[in-house]
């Protein structure tokens, strides 16, 4: 198997070419180390590796197929973790894998690589002092989006076909948009998060992949969606798994489009007409398509969320001190993390009580939303890929005018974070400058199976597997 057949499988068809015998497993992982290598000196999307595959089953449905953990929140015993700081120098060994990381290994994902995320992962971009820019392949100027934009470069640029990824913002599915992947942010509780934390972000991170094809993202939850004992929040799981949902017709299906930012903020006119192009392709295939919104306070929301995360950075800070024995300050955090931190350090119970309470009046208004529709269409990100250095966090900006920045670009995906909702974003166009657009479907609680079902229908209509990017491991 050349380079040019590695880059263009998928991991489903990755993992059968391993079983079959057509590639065997060192060859898979020398194919990957060689792709890694052929594009990451541009992109600067890896942290660390590529090592020797970790440890994985043999017997795991996705045995052999190369992989990479973003560096953050899931880990590995032995590999170190940097979570994009530089608090923590060359990184913290941990002794144990998370329950993640397990799951992972026992799927027979072979973890080649550590990749690149923003400080502490609160950003929509993936430029931390920590390693310097990840670029974007589609375009070396522009950002790979984050806080999962090293996941998401190697895997738009052929180097693995499928990396860690997690969501507590839109950190899946930003970069999936930026890089012309599927971007699945499973219902909260689905993934496990343990056993180092119980939830992370007052319940809005998620963890789960990126992905080239949507049944990748169908076959990669059947393994990962598992509850571990202790864990926090432990959900109904599916009537069968998720990979059968994958040519199951989804019936004729209310879906409201929504195209305008609840920010108020600039939606590119591109971006809204690839959205509404859409609708118009799920209209013809027999469903009832029209105009429509949960509607809830931005400015309240935006309240909520300054003082959810910065209490989340304050507290994430404040652990990395305790570990390294070193104080934070402006000398080792990233200006915007440090202002976050400050404002976090001062955040009390009942401003966290009046947050929370925010959020449940958004979230019972979300749920009444989807008594009346099935799923919600609206554009993943309001842009292609920005330029670099627009989100930039080493900016002069205090807490609320960091989140700010970072929510009015993305505007579209934090609601699902605050409401635990699932969420999938779909490669399903192209800006005229040649930069993937994303479009998000969004469904109610534990609704997986549905949009899986509509997104294998969207693939089928939109297909994007043809696309490559100019900076492609086939392409060196």
Known sequence: MNID???????????????????????????ATSAIGAVNQQLNAVADGPFPPLAYSANGPFAGVPFVI???????????????????????VPTEDTHLMTLFRQAGLATLAVSTTPEFGFNANTEALAYGPTRNPWNLAHSAGGSSGGSGALVAAGAVPVAHANDGGGSIRIPAAYNGLVGLKPSRGRVPLGPDLGDALSGFAIEFAVTRSVRDAAALLDQV?????????????????????????????????????????????????????????????????????????????????VVIWSAFLAESVAAVEAMTQTPAGPGNLEATTWACVEYGRRVSALDLGAANAVINTVSRELGRFFTEY???????????????????????????????RIFEHCSFTPLLNATGTPGISLPLAQSSGGLPIGIQLAGPMCSEDLLLRLSAQLENALPWAGRRPPIHAANR
Request: with cysteine; aromatic share 6%; hydrophobic share 40%.
């Open 225 to 305: 969606s598992r509850p571990f004992p202790g864990d926090r929040f432990v959900i109904a799981p599916p009537s069968r798994p998720w990979r059968d949902e994958l040519g199951t017709d989804p019936g004729a299906l209310r879906i409201a489009v929504h195209t305008r930012s609840w920010a108020g903020s600039h939606v590119d006119p591109e971006v809204a007409a690839a959205t509404e192009s859409v609708g118009q392709v799920l209209e013809a295939a027999g469903h009832h398509v029209e105009p429509a919104t949960p509607v809830f306070e931005w400015e309240q929301f935006m309240g909520a969320n």
């Open 5 to 31: 057949e590695y880059t263009s499988l998928d991991a489903t068809g990755l993992a059968s070419a391993i079983r079959s015998g057509q590639i065997s497993h060192d060859e898979a992982t020398a194919a």
């Open 70 to 92: 973003k560096d953050l929140v899931c880990h590995a015993a032995g590999v170190p973790t940097r979570m994009g700081t530089r608090m923590l120098g060359e990184g913290v």
């Open 374 to 404: 099935d799923v919600l269409l609206t554009p993943t990100t309001n842009t292609p890929a920005p330029a670099l250095g627009v989100l930039d966090a080493d900016a002069d900006l205090d807490a609320e005018g960091w989140t700010r």
